[in-house]
């Protein structure tokens, strides 16, 4: 039965191809969303900025949910036929099926359950439209300007069945500016390379990070681009290098900028922020989460784990303002794939513990 209803509502979330920046689509999609709940007796509001849609849909009057449900409805681009989805035994495969459609259906789900039974507390569910291009439209967005305080926040978008995520790395991206004098690639000594200055400063940047161990939960740094020079004879008078830094909660992150922007100066190179993203961290030893967890095991009979994750997701915006989040996710696989497929029996225990959850807290 509740299956049943999940299939429905992820195969019709699926059918609109909502990138970020197809207007359209999101309107429609997030019409749909809206018209599921027409019946319900719940409080919606539509936030829109630079053509991003963000729906606030709760229980309660107010913008400080006991529980806020969070997840997208925008998805990274798909091929035509992945806005069909394909139902094969347990799994439905198609663009945003695990990412993050399939999770959105399963909130829904459960905010109109909640709502049938004249709950006292105000639970709410806000979907947004921009998480694959940093949510800065759409979650940040509505923290501001709703002065949105969940006491708790289970964001459906990370982790897997089982596992809960309370932590994700902070992102920096730096871009590095070098100059030279250009000249003729056959009297060097007339120069200044600004490739070769870029290719001594990156060993010094490099030796901030250790990096001594696969998959650690520690700082790391990658040299994602680099750019420069026009002829194979020529000096080149400009180069470019761009930086992905991420880093944990046992970092700080201004440290790492103003360390790197040192050993640039002494090179006179010229460092620019392109990205300084916070990191996502919760206590595990909030009671919120204990509970979620013995929800967990009560429905599933399986201990869930806490883990972390090394990418980024909105949950960062909530824990900037120091809101307690948890990220988690049904099951699935092939994340921004063409075998994108979400487990829909895995969409069912999950809707059940979280159900279980608000029930009892
Ligand atoms: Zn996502």
């Not at 600004?194 to 700082?219: C, D, G, H, Q, R």
């Not at 929800?295 to 120091?322: F, M, Q």
Request: aromatic share 8%.
């Amino acid at each position: 039965m509740i299956k049943k209803e999940l299939t429905k509502i992820t195969k019709d979330l699926v059918s609109f191809n909502t990138t970020s920046n197809n207007y359209p689509e999101l309107k429609k999609c997030s019409e749909y969303i809206k018209d599921y709940f027409k019946n319900s007796n719940l409080n919606i509001k539509t936030l829109e900025k630079n053509k991003i849609i963000s729906l606030y849909i709760s229980t309660k009057k107010s913008y400080s949910p006991d529980i806020l449900l969070n997840a997208h409805f925008d998805v990274v681009p798909g091929k035509n036929n992945q806005f069909k989805a394909k139902i094969i035994k347990d799994k439905l495969y198609g663009r945003g099926a695990i990412d993050d459609k399939g999770p959105l259906a399963i909130a829904m789900f459960v905010l109109k359950e909640i709502s049938k039974l004249h709950f006292d507390k105000n639970i709410a569910l806000l979907a947004t439209s921009d998480e694959e291009k940093g949510g800065f439209n759409g979650m940040k967005y509505a923290i501001s300007k709703l002065n949105l305080k969940p006491r708790f926040t289970i964001t459906l978008d990370g982790g897997t069945l089982h596992k809960y995520v309370t932590k994700e790395k902070g992102l920096i991206h730096l871009k590095l500016t070098a100059r030279g004098i250009s000249c003729h690639g056959s009297r060097p000594w007339l120069g200044i390379n600004a490739i070769e200055k870029l290719i001594n400063v990156y060993p010094k940047i490099k030796s901030l990070f250790k990096m001594n161990k696969k998959n650690n939960w520690e700082k790391t740094i990658n040299l994602g681009f680099i750019s420069g020079g026009d002829a194979v004879n020529k000096v080149p008078d400009k180069g470019e290098m761009k930086l992905d830094i991420r880093y944990t909660e046992f970092d700080n992150p201004k440290k790492i900028i103003s360390d790197i922007k040192n050993i640039c100066a002494k090179e006179k190179i010229e460092v620019t922020i392109l990205a300084n993203e916070p990191l996502f961290h919760t206590h595990p030893e909030n009671e919120k989460i204990k509970a979620l967890l013995k929800s967990h095991k009560k429905v599933t009979k399986v201990t869930p784990i806490l883990g972390a994750e090394h990418g980024a997701s909105d949950a960062r915006h909530l824990s900037e303002k120091n809101i307690p989040c948890i990220v988690t996710y049904p099951k699935g696989e092939g994340l921004h794939s063409d075998k994108e497929y979400i487990d829909l029996k895995s969409s069912e225990t999950l809707a059940k513990v979280l159900l279980d959850f608000i029930k009892n807290n």
